[in-house]
């Protein structure tokens, strides 16, 4: 919420139309940055010790047409080669550690991702809904 008021009272949080400040995922921004599209001088930059983590979830329904072509999709995904195919679109794959440990991991692909310090936060549901409570409750307060 801090960081909303700041870039607030900066200038920087407008209407979107006037936006100079985009807060959004690292791999969504750091895509944009390697597009060349946009801002002349994109940026960006993860807060320090403020990561915070989500990882898609999937799962495969026991009713699916071909549960077995599904459940191999999902191999693929979790995969060296998948994991490498999503960190070329500068996402951080769910297993990199144990890619680094095993020398599987694209360097290149891994040296354009953009720094984050700090131990990730995955919120669990009650986090997730205590999180949106509060920012509702004091948004407007802080930020409107």
């Known amino acids: 919420m801090d960081l909303f008021a700041r870039l607030k009272k900066g200038g920087m949080l407008g209407r979107p139309d006037q936006a100079t400040a985009v807060v959004d995922w690292d791999f969504m921004n750091a895509a944009r940055a390697a597009s060349g599209r ?57 297993r990199m550690e144990a890619m680094e440990m095993r020398d599987t991991l694209d360097g290149d692909a891994a040296a354009r991702l953009p720094e984050a310090s700090g131990d990730p936060v995955i919120l669990n549901i009650p986090e997730q809904d205590q999180a949106k409570s509060y920012v509702t409750a004091h948004w407007a307060q802080a930020v409107g």
């Open 38 to 94: 946009g801002a002349a001088a994109w940026r960006v930059t993860i807060p320090r010790n403020e990561v915070l983590a989500s990882y898609y979830m999937q799962a495969i329904s026991a009713d699916a047409p071909h549960p077995a072509a599904a459940r191999l999709w999902e191999e693929f995904l979790l995969s060296d080669e998948g994991q490498n195919l999503f960190l070329k679109a500068y996402a951080r794959p769910a």
